[in-house]
Every structure is written in structure tokens, then in C-alpha cells.
């Protein structure tokens, strides 16, 4: 069965750190969230960034960079036997990308971008769209007829909340039932629907205690993909650790998605 018609019809998770930081915490995190996957029987996407472009601090640590990046990636594919997933910020990193991973994805703040989005298509990889924090779920439509007007009917959606005033982030569910309308696989992304962008002095906050709550509600109102950044030391990762789940709470996570599913 082809990758995406399993996303269709399948509980699965998308896990990892939020960039890539080194490839030994790729393959600890790659290895024991696959573990967790197939013991709660979700299947598992490998996901980290090789480039965080739109971090809210210009020192802050951006990643490995393209080439390294899906150097690691493609070790973490080949290893770990396990799909992989990235983000692109620019239209020329859509083809390279490509040859590597198995989903593209496309940042909430550029979910508009339609060169962006028409580059991510003509690759014919399964594009995942996050959903801006600025758009509705109905709104979405716009971004997946773009993507779709290039022959590829291989897309995604991804809930991450909608900004309620400054450095703050509700998830509003009912974009999640608004989304299952467009027929197409609807990702709840736990981590970052609990983030505080730019919160803590330069750097986003969270409350990744909320996660394991949209799990079930989410799973309550039919969704059937997840999101989540994971990491054996949230405390010490280089970026959005305010917001991960720790990599020993994640099986935890994973339960509660089973236990919710419908």
C-alpha cells in the first residue's frame, strides 16, 4: 500500500525533534519513538528540520543545513526502515528535499506562499500543510486547491491553534471538523498548539502539559494523524523545547491517542 492511502486509513504519528541537532539524538529519538508507534499500533514518520528560518531571535540555533540535513535524514530513513518528513521555507529546496523525503511540509506562516506550495506539488511527494495560526480551517481550501492545481492530490492538513492576542494560542476544534471536509488526511499537531511564540524573551514558551488533552479531544472529533516534537531533554534542546514532549512521556502520548480513537 502506497504511503498516503496508509495515512488515510490509518492512526499514525509524525515525531521528532524540532531541528536537527546532531545525528546520534536523530537515531535515539527515530529509534525508540518507532518502538512506541508500533507498540500502540501507529504508523511512524520520522520528523526534524534541517533549517528553522523563521526563528524569533537571529541567534538562535537554525540547524544542520540542506545538504547534512538530509544527509542525516536519509541515514535515519535507511537505519530505521521509517518514512521521514521536513520543511521547506524557499521553492528551491522542494527538488532536493524531494530525493530524500517522503512528505514535504509546509510552515504555518507560509501556508500562502503559492510558489512554495506549487514547487512542494510538482515534486509528487505527499505535501503536509500547516494550517497558519492567522486562517481557519475552512480557509485551507485555498492552499490545497494550489497544490492540487499541479496534478498532485497527495496533501495534508495541519491544526496548530490560532494566535488569541500577543504570545498566546487557542486551538479552536472546530477547524478540525471544517478540515475533514476537504477529504483529505487532517494532522493535530500537539506540540506547537501548546506554544507561546516569542514568549520567553526572544524564544517561544509552551505548556506541553496540554498535549496529552488535545490528544483525546482531537482523537474525540475523528482525527486520525498526530503531530509532535519529542526529545530525551526538552530542557536542553536547541530549539521549541518549551513545547516538546519529553521522549519518556511520549509512549504515554501514544496511549492516550489509542485510548481516544474513534
Known amino acids: ?134 486562517l481557519s480551517g475552512a480557509d485551507m481550501k485555498y492552499p490545497l486547491e494550489k497544490v492540487r492545481s499541479t496534478g498532485n492530490n497527495q ?12 504570545g498566546n494560542l487557542v486551538v479552536d476544534f472546530r477547524n478540525l471538523v471544517d478540515m475533514q471536509q476537504f477529504n483529505v488526511p487532517v494532522v493535530m499537531d500537539l506540540t506547537h498548539s501548546t506554544q507561546k511564540p516569542g514568549a520567553l524573551d526572544g524564544k517561544s514558551g509552551g505548556n506541553p502539559e496540554y498535549a496529552p488533552y488535545f490528544a483525546a479531544a482531537a482523537s474525540a472529533c475523528g482525527i486520525r494523524g498526530f503531530f509532535a516534537e519529542t526529545h530525551p531533554e526538552p530542557a536542553k534542546a536547541l530549539s521549541d523545547g518549551a513545547n516538546m514532549v519529553s521522549l519518556n512521556d511520549f509512549p504515554k502520548l501514544l496511549e492516550n491517542i489509542k485510548k481516544h480513537s474513534i
Do not use: W
Not at 526502515?81 to 517522503?102: F, G, L, R, W
Not at 506562516?109 to 506549487?118: E, S, V
Not at 496533501?155 to 500577543?166: I, S
Open 1 to 134: 500500500m502506497e504511503l498516503y492511502d496508509i495515512l488515510k486509513n490509518n492512526l499514525f504519528i509524525m515525531a521528532g525533534p524540532c531541528v536537527i541537532e546532531s545525528k546520534e539524538i536523530c537515531f535515539e529519538i527515530a529509534e525508540r519513538a518507532k518502538k512506541a508507534a508500533e507498540q500502540y499500533g501507529l504508523t511512524y514518520i520520522f520528523k526534524a528540520s534541517f533549517d528553522k528560518a523563521n526563528r524569533t531571535s537571529a541567534s538562535s540555533f537554525r540547524g544542520a543545513g540542506l545538504e547534512k540535513g538530509l544527509q542525516i535524514l536519509q541515514e535515519v530513513k535507511s537505519r530505521y526502515k521509517v518514512p521521514v518528513i521536513t520543511d521547506i521555507h524557499e521553492s528551491y529546496q522542494a527538488n532536493p528535499v524531494s530525493d530524500v523525503c517522503d512528505i514535504i511540509q509546509i510552515p504555518a506562516f507560509l501556508c500562502r506562499q503559492t510558489d512554495l506550495l506549487i514547487a512542494a506539488g510538482e515534486t509528487l511527494r505527499i505535501v503536509n500543510i500547516k494550517k497558519a495560526q492567522f
Open 155 to 166: 496533501v495534508m492538513v495541519t491544526e496548530r491553534g490560532n494566535m488569541y492576542g500577543y
